[in-house]
């Protein structure tokens, strides 16, 4: 079947909770009104108010909440109706939905999924903008998860509901409806906790994710024009990182680019650049570089365009690094 982003995503959540009863949604306004872009859509009509309940502003309370259900015996997945309001439920998901396997020594555990849009480019507010997942990778014991496409976003989903541990599922708004896709029906499981390489390449690495996916396939493109061939590779869960599978592309490629659009200090492009120069130096024929968002808060519409990462910049990138 052919579909956006949002429309697999509620597909994941209703096949999923056909599936196992154990299932909960909650969240603000998830249930009459399907959430604000509608992904919860239909849900309350198909479970009833006792699987799919509406929660009051009380982002902390939510999850707070959840972490009850999760810890004896039910599945939710919470909604934070967008990342920059998740900050209120930092406590509770630092403090407890991460900690909560290691401090009971496994006599509890925490399968709880929080969904949140996150990224700007769709022209919101700053608080309805934000990319600060580096915040929730820094965590251990939380798994962090960005699709890049409505194939990835169900199978993606369906896996992290069916972990036994906490995900937390970033869903980039700019991507939500901007493309459809074939979805299997049916149920399947992307795995959680491996990157994929998106597209092949022989003469330099773009790492990246989420919305920022579609900006390296639009660079590489116009590359390839020119004669160069760059590898895409998606890193689909942040955290834990698929190390393995970055290395692998830069040490044959031997040029390596990290693209996001969070700010640029202490993002996640951080990290993946210590990494390769941890585990590749010897095979890099130039530094990495990173193209991201620069160090502001989110501007307001008028001038957003000028704070998101686009193809012409990540071209700029990339001829400093064959130049080199």
């Known amino acids: 079947m052919i579909m956006t982003m949002v429309q697999a995503i509620n597909q994941a959540l209703a096949g999923e909770m056909e599936r196992d009863g154990r299932i909960v949604v909650l969240g603000e306004d998830v249930g009459r009104d399907g959430g604000v872009f509608r992904v919860t859509e239909g849900l309350i009509d198909k479970f009833g108010p006792e699987r799919v309940m509406d929660t009051p502003l009380a982002e902390s309370g939510a999850i707070g909440v959840a972490i009850g259900m999760a810890a004896l015996g039910l599945r939710p997945v919470a909604e934070i109706q967008f990342m920059g309001f998740i900050y209120p439920a930092f406590n509770q998901i630092v403090t407890h939905v991460a900690r909560l396997r290691n401090r009971t020594r496994g006599r509890f555990t925490a399968p709880l999924t929080i969904r ?36 990835e976003a169900k199978g993606l989903l369906v896996a992290a509901i069916r ?82 599978t970055v290395l692998e592309s830069v040490k044959k490629t031997g040029r390596a680019l990290v693209l996001h659009e969070a700010p640029k200090t202490c993002g996640l492009g951080a990290e993946i650049a210590a990494t390769i120069g941890e585990s590749a130096l010897l095979s890099l024929n130039a530094p990495v570089l990173r193209v991201t968002a620069p160090d502001i808060t989110v501007p307001l519409p008028k001038t957003e365009d000028l704070y998101y990462p686009n193809a012409d910049r990540v071209l700029r990138a990339v001829r400093k690094l064959m130049e080199y």
């Open 163 to 244: 972990s036994d541990d906490p995900v937390l599922f970033l869903e980039p708004t700019k991507l939500y409806r901007a493309e459809k896709q074939e979805v299997p029906e049916g149920p399947y499981e992307v795995p959680l906790r491996r990157a994929a390489v998106v597209r092949e390449g022989r003469d330099l690495t773009i790492v990246a994710w989420g919305a920022m996916i579609p900006v390296a396939r639009a660079a590489a493109a116009v590359a390839e024009a020119d004669g160069v061939s760059i590898e895409i590779v998606d890193l689909r869960t942040l955290s834990p990182m698929d190390r393995e």
């Open 116 to 151: 949140t849009p996150y990224g700007a480019g769709v022209k919101a507010l700053e608080h309805h903008s934000e990319s600060t997942e580096a915040l929730f990778c820094h965590i251990p014991g939380l798994t962090v998860v960005v699709p890049s496409s409505p194939y």
